[in-house]
C-alpha cells in the first residue's frame, strides 16, 4: 500500500479548497479531527483541518502519523509578515522552522517591570535526535522545498526563508522587529513548529509552506482569508509534482 501524504491547514480558509479536492473522498473522525482521505493523479491523500494552535496542530500530526504512516506531511496556510520587504501573495518555504514561545526570563526584582526583550530563546527537546539535545531550530524537508521552488506564483515571490510559530499574533513592530533580529523569523503563524517537532519525534518528511496574508509593515495590508485559498492553490501544485516526479518515493 502506498504511504499517503498528509496535508493539514488550521482554518476553514486554509483547509476548505484541499478538503474539496481529492477524488474517491471519504472521511474518518479520531477524536476532534475529520482526515478526509481520496487520491490526486491516482495517489492517496489525506487532508485535515487542525484548528489553530500549536497543540491543535501537533495533535492532528500525531494521530495523523499513527493512523496513515504517511510519506510526508505538509503544513500550510497563512502567516504575518515580519520582514519588511514581504508582502500579501508572498509564498514562503519554511526551510528552518523555530518556535516564537519558548523563553527563559532572567530574574529581576519585584516592582522592577518586564522586559520582553531581555528574554532568552529556548530550545525544545527532540528526544528521537538525542535525549539530551534540546534544540531551537526544526526543518523543512528539503527535497520538497526543492520542488516547491519550481511552482510559479502568480500574486509574488516564492522563497525559502524561517517561519516562527507559536501562540500568540504580533503587531508591536518592535517586537517583530526584534524576533527577526534574534531568531532571523521572515514571517510568524501558529502552527508549523509543533507540527514540525511531531514529525521530528516520528522521523517522518515535513514542510511548513505559508503565503503572508497580512504584515504589520505595511497597515493597508490587513488580515485577507482569500490568501488562504491562494497558499492551497499552491500547495496543491506542489503535492501533483511531488507525485508525479517520485520525490520521496
Not at 518555504?93 to 528574554?119: M, N, S
Not at 513592530?173 to 526584534?178: C, R, S, Y
Not at 496574508?213 to 493597508?220: K, T
Amino acid at each position: 500500500m502506498k504511504k499517503p501524504i498528509v496535508i493539514l491547514g488550521p482554518m476553514e480558509s486554509e483547509s476548505a479548497l484541499l478538503i474539496r479536492h481529492p477524488e474517491n473522498r471519504t472521511s474518518q473522525k479520531i477524536g476532534a479531527f475529520t482526515y478526509y482521505e481520496g487520491t490526486v493523479n491516482g495517489y492517496p491523500v489525506v487532508v485535515c483541518r487542525t484548528y489553530i494552535g500549536v497543540v491543535n496542530s501537533a495533535a492532528a500530526t500525531a494521530l495523523a502519523i499513527q493512523r496513515y504512516d504517511p510519506l510526508c506531511v505538509i503544513i500550510q496556510g497563512t502567516s504575518g509578515a515580519h520582514d519588511p520587504a514581504l508582502h500579501q501573495g508572498d509564498i514562503i518555504l519554511g526551510e528552518r522552522i523555530v518556535h516564537l514561545g519558548r523563553f527563559f526570563t532572567p530574574h529581576r526584582d519585584r516592582g522592577t517591570g518586564a522586559d520582553a526583550f531581555q528574554w532568552e530563546p529556548q530550545g525544545s527537546e527532540i528526544v528521537s535526535l538525542d535525549p539530551e539535545d534540546f534544540t531551537s531550530v526544526l526543518y523543512s524537508d528539503s527535497r520538497i522545498l526543492a520542488i516547491a521552488q519550481t511552482v510559479p506564483n502568480k500574486n509574488g515571490r516564492v522563497i525559502r526563508g524561517c517561519i516562527g510559530a507559536a501562540d500568540i499574533w504580533n503587531r508591536e513592530l518592535d517586537m517583530i522587529a526584534h524576533l527577526r533580529r534574534v531568531l532571523g523569523t521572515d514571517c510568524e503563524e501558529m502552527e508549523g513548529f509543533g507540527v514540525a517537532q511531531i514529525c521530528a519525534l516520528f522521523g517522518v518528511p515535513m514542510a511548513d509552506i505559508r503565503v503572508i496574508s497580512n504584515s504589520e509593515w505595511h497597515p493597508q495590508e490587513e488580515f485577507n482569508e482569500k490568501f488562504g485559498e491562494q497558499c492551497q492553490m499552491f500547495v496543491l501544485q506542489v503535492v501533483r509534482r511531488l507525485i508525479a516526479e517520485k520525490t520521496l518515493l
